[in-house]
């Protein structure tokens, strides 16, 4: 009965929060859509919750701060709102009418009526994972098209601007910009006293934003006040091409900077006006290498690419291919996890570009200054947990979509853990928690004092390289890093099967000592281990591994049972205790067949009995969960209705409207209220069944 009610209040709930929504959407209405989502300081997003339109709400930041970004067309005269949430005294003006919208895993796209004209604005965040240098350029496009609805040729004119908020968490700090033209037009913004490796309410404190478009005939631009330029489009149609230069704080007049475009007369739909968005700093990153020297890291870019004009222009003229290709990693992605269900696909296509936007690509310099493009790691940033480097146990839930996508860009966010561990720098025996305690300095735990995570690290980093070597068949990690890898496996033998009190990746949960699923990970660990030494020809070792694992497991099912026998316990000897065994999930994507298929089954049955109407919870001391674990356990379900039950869950948290927050993986089975975490780059693991 009371899973009953609490369906039925869940059916209520949803039918009011999605009340709002009067526009038809593809797959469904997602708490926040992305917009401009590429890297950690290039992540704009609209915060739709129960149904905000385009032009209902300014888009934000992923912390929820606003960031500037306006839109107005012009019909025959008549000003409309597309984009953002602007007051303009004196200005007279509509909100265009949605239509509709639209997410895949490259693109979020609008549509909206003015007048008799619709326009489709189409935001692309390109994810091409095979090519490095383009997937390491911090940029977004935007691009607009109109169309006539009724036959008639109409005047149209398009007009967007960026704010200052875009370079800074500090609204009342000084700014300074310029603009420049020539085949391009570019705003250039940025800090007037900026401060390298720092950040304010999570957004970078120094390098520029910019904002761009070709110059054709019919562009113009403006920098200013926000009213004052805007309501210049509003009234007459196109701007005075004008620099304003009383530089001054973000929040004084708010200095705007605004393109704007003449159509002409539209019948049918025009080619769409490009506009790009994208932020840039450099150095971007301070490492830790041997003997506590700091080596600062640059983005990929650079190795083909001498400023950022030279990115502007390649990144804005490749809009054509650039949109090409991401319909076809759109049309894979779709046909791929159509297989599975269409829920599943909208789960899928909702996590990927939020997870590439929390990663960027890094070279070092040679020493005679050039770029050394062979030296590559990838920098990922704990997004709102609490902004670690390279967190191993923010990695290790993502690896799924980088195995699906590109292995490579796996291997190099492990090598930036390797390479530093290598140097003997990190004292404990154990696998380190991350690379830095603060988002963009790498600059490691020489004394040991990271968040510890025992077993949950170093069984982490094993299967992570165990699947990288198996997925590519390259064992250059596997053999370089092997006394690191074996290192940790001694660990995980002395403290896997009864593991000591302490904490999982699940950390908000608290410690807990003998924990059955950390335990899981901990054996997995020592198997992958032996299928490392096996390819590495240990045979013996290998052998002495396997039948370690092979011992703890049969040890394992007496300890985690519970007296009924229908389920795992969550603690060895708390019967009453259960919770997502999500790691039996790594024997799966392994094929290992390290644990017996009984347990897979009778964790499918028990899951059916405990499920709340948004999900199973992640154990018996919360009711809340986590989405990424959810659909990890759907992979180690031994029936569709059970992979089905976690799938649908997660689906129904994803499109409720009780969020207005970039895509969060922490949250309430009970009424799908979220828990806090938004914007992480966990939802890669959203592909696991992808990978299986």
């Known amino acids: 009965m009371k899973i009953v009610s609490l369906y039925s209040r869940f059916i209520s709930c949803l039918a009011v929060a999605n009340a709002a929504v009067t526009w038809t959407a593809t797959p469904f209405s997602p708490p926040a859509f992305p917009l401009a989502v590429r890297s950690p300081y290039l992540s704009a997003w609209l915060p739709q919750g129960s ?93 607009v098209s109109a169309a006539s609805t009724d036959g008639a040729p109409h005047s149209v004119q398009v007009y967007s601007d960026i704010s200052a908020e875009w370079v800074s968490g500090d609204n009342s700090l000084i700014a300074n910009w310029s603009t420049t033209t020539g085949s391009i037009i570019t705003h250039q913004v940025q800090l007037a006293t900026p401060v390298p490796f720092s950040e304010i309410n999570d957004h970078t404190q120094y390098g520029s934003a910019f904002y761009s478009t070709p110059n054709t005939a019919s562009a113009t631009f403006q920098s200013g006040a926000d009213v004052v330029v805007r309501a210049q489009f509003i009234n007459s149609g196109a701007l005075p091409n004008t620099r304003d230069t009383n530089f001054r704080a973000v929040s004084n007049n708010w200095p705007v900077f605004a393109l704007a475009h003449d159509l002409g007369a539209v019948t049918a739909s025009t080619e769409p006006v490009v506009f790009s968005v994208g932020h840039i700093r450099d150095p971007v990153i301070p490492y830790i290498v041997a003997n506590g020297a700091i080596q600062q890291r640059h983005l990929y870019a650079w190795s083909q690419f001498s400023s950022p004009a030279d990115i502007i222009s390649s990144f804005l003229g490749d809009y054509n291919n650039a949109l090409a290709i991401a319909q076809a990693f759109d049309a894979k992605v779709q046909n791929d996890a159509n297989k599975i269900s269409a829920d599943y696909t909208g789960i899928v296509e909702l996590s990927i570009r939020q997870a590439f936007g929390t990663i960027e690509f890094t070279i070092s310099k040679n020493a005679n200054g050039s770029f050394n ?249 919360h009711t809340y969960t986590k989405s990424d674990w959810e659909i990890w356990t759907a992979g180690i379900m031994t029936d569709t209705a059970g992979r089905d039950l976690f799938i649908g869950a997660v689906k129904r948290w994803a499109s409720d409207g009780l969020s207005s927050q970039p895509f969060g993986d922490w949250y309430e089975t009970t009424d799908g209220r979220p828990q806090g975490f938004r914007a992480r780059p966990v939802v890669g693991g959203h592909l696991a069944l992808l990978v299986l």
């Open 373 to 621: 493009a062979n030296d590559i790691l990838v920098l990922m940033k704990e997004i709102s947990s609490n902004g670690n480097m390279n967190t191993v146990d923010v990695i290790f839930p993502a690896w799924p979509l980088f195995l699906y996508t590109n292995p490579a860009i796996g291997k190099y966010l492990l090598e930036a853990l390797f390479r530093y561990q290598a140097t003997g720098q990190y004292p404990n025996k154990f696998s380190i928690h991350d690379l830095g305690a603060r988002y963009p300095n790498a600059t490691g735990h020489n004394d040991g004092n990271d968040e510890h995570m025992p077993v949950e690290e170093s069984g982490n980093m094993i299967i992570m390289s165990l699947s990288y070597a198996e997925k590519t068949g390259d064992h250059s990690h596997i053999q370089q890093y092997s006394a690191l890898l074996d290192q940790w496996t001694q660990f995980l033998i002395e403290d896997s099967l009864i593991p000591a009190n302490q904490i999982s990746t699940d950390d908000f949960a608290g410690p807990l000592a003998n924990q059955t699923n950390l335990a899981i990970k901990g054996i997995i660990g020592i198997r992958a281990m032996a299928e490392i030494e096996n390819m590495l020809g240990n045979t013996a070792k290998a052998a002495n591994y396997s039948a370690i694992a092979s011992d703890y497991v049969r040890q394992w099912q007496t300890l985690s049972a519970s007296s009924s026998g229908q389920h795992l316990t969550l603690s060895y000897g708390n019967s009453s205790s259960w919770g997502l065994s999500y790691n039996l999930f790594a024997d799966k994507m392994l094929k290992l067949k390290l644990f017996p298929e009984s347990v897979y089954a009778m964790q499918t049955a028990w899951y059916k009995t405990v499920a709340q109407p948004f999900g199973v919870p992640l154990d018996t001391r």
């Open 51 to 143: 149904g905000a339109a385009l032009n209902d709400v300014w888009p934000t930041f992923w912390t929820g701060q606003i960031l500037g970004w306006a839109g107005f067309v012009k019909v025959d005269g008549s000003a409309f709102s597309f984009l953002g949430a602007p007051n303009v005294p004196g200005a007279a003006f509509n909100k265009a009418v949605q239509k509709s919208s639209k997410f895949t895993s490259t693109q979020s796209v609008f549509v909206l009526s003015a007048g008799p004209v619709n326009i489709t604005i189409t935001f692309l965040s390109p994810v091409e994972p095979t090519d490095l240098v383009k997937q390491s350029i911090p940029f977004s496009y935007m691009a």
